[in-house]
């Protein structure tokens, strides 16, 4: 399936050197039982770390992917470690037992309409959660934090979104606080196939079930990326040693989500309809990977390429983040999503919100 859906050749990473580069690392993932923390999680085991620490709240979860990982490479040192990244103190006493080289921050609220209908929560998660874990292990002696960010961080119109583009600019903001040797970089991703909330297995559900397929808009596209491409991207931009910042990978041409719901119900041989249900709040129509008040350029991977801001005034403070965790503790949902964007418009100078 990812390779039909894809629609484009997959892109490459050198996971030899990558072996190499690992090999001596100690690796704390957050949002370890997630999607993307679980395939992170066992391609590590099978490339080989020093320790493997895998973090997250989700107890059922993180046995899984425990017991994953043993099965994959019995004889690797591992850590589970069953806490909250909201919860700076529990962090921060994990981080300090585990003493990581390496954090890679995968946790986070993901899915956009329920970041719409609860921002208190995606704030909470999605950037007092970051700058829990950024302090966290620069204090612990780490010397690479990768965050896990969104193409939706690129003119953010969703909650979800703008709280990833306010994450990473914290990392520059905590660059320029607390000068640190802790290299800190982000990555963007378009939609993992097969991964928790993704289109295909909804689709695959709904087709099992004799239809209809629902499709929010018939122009509806989104950018796609296979599991292994986001395994590769993330832990290929953490090895580079040249410069800090945001990174994406080319993906060729969005995919039309009608199409690939047709792909589908073609390959299952059912006579299937299709629904139009209506875009959902936050949803835009089209994603990007870069705005307008930032500049990419190519990095040392192939297709791979840096983002940087426009404004050298584009970065969030400890204060800012701590302001915001303040609003999002305090006031009503309505308020925190205004506070957000106030805050996200003012870092990057922007005059007019992304259009949907």
């Known amino acids: 399936m990812n390779s039909v859906s894809l629609r484009r050749?997959?892109?490459?990473f050198d996971?030899?050197?990558?072996?190499a580069f690992f090999a001596t690392k100690r690796v704390l993932i957050t949002g370890a039982a997630g999607s993307v923390g679980a395939a992170l999680s066992l391609k590590l085991a099978?490339?080989?770390?020093?320790?493997?620490?895998?973090?997250?709240?989700?107890?059922?979860?993180?046995l899984n992917i425990v017991e994953a990982v043993k099965r994959v490479a019995p004889a690797l040192a591992t850590t589970e470690a069953l806490c909250d990244v909201r919860d700076s103190d529990r962090l921060d006493t994990w981080m300090r037992r585990i003493e990581p080289d390496v954090v890679i921050h995968a946790a986070a609220l993901k899915h956009v309409h329920l970041g719409e209908r609860h921002p208190v929560e995606c704030v909470l998660t999605n950037l007092v959660g970051v700058r829990n874990?950024?302090?966290a292990a620069a204090e612990a002696g780490a010397s690479h934090f990768m965050l896990v960010s969104s193409d939706k961080a690129a003119a953010p119109t969703c909650v979800m979104g703008a709280t990833k583009r306010l994450a990473e600019?914290?990392?520059a903001g905590f660059q320029l606080e607390q000068p640190t040797a802790m290299r800190m970089k982000s990555v963007r991703f378009g939609n993992v196939l097969g991964s928790q909330g993704s289109v295909l297995p909804r689709f695959e559900a709904q087709i099992e079930a004799g239809g209809p397929l629902e499709v929010t808009h018939p122009d509806m596209e989104r950018f796609f990326m296979s599991s292994e491409e986001a395994v590769g991207l993330i832990l290929s931009v953490t090895a580079l040693e040249n410069e800090q910042g945001a990174y994406f990978m080319e993906m060729g041409e969005p995919i039309s989500i009608l199409d690939l719901g047709r792909d589908l119900i073609a390959r299952s041989g059912k006579a299937i309809g299709v629904e139009f249900t209506g875009l959902r709040p936050g949803e835009k129509?089209?994603?990007?990977?870069?705005?307008?008040?930032e500049i990419a350029a190519p990095s040392a991977l192939p297709s791979v390429f840096r983002v940087t801001p426009k404004a050298a005034d584009a970065y969030m403070t400890s204060a800012d983040v701590a302001h915001l965790e303040t609003v999002a503790r305090t006031m009503e949902n309505a308020i925190v999503r205004q506070r957000v964007f106030a805050h996200l418009d003012e870092r990057l100078h922007r005059e007019e919100r992304a259009a949907g």
């Open 169 to 171: 600019l914290f990392l």
């Open 285 to 293: 129509l089209r994603e990007q990977l870069i705005d307008d008040h």
């Open 46 to 62: 099978k490339l080989g770390c020093a320790h493997l620490a895998m973090l997250d709240q989700f107890d059922h979860g993180l």
């Open 9 to 12: 050749p997959e892109g490459q």
């Open 133 to 135: 874990a950024v302090t």
């Open 15 to 19: 996971f030899a050197a990558l072996k």
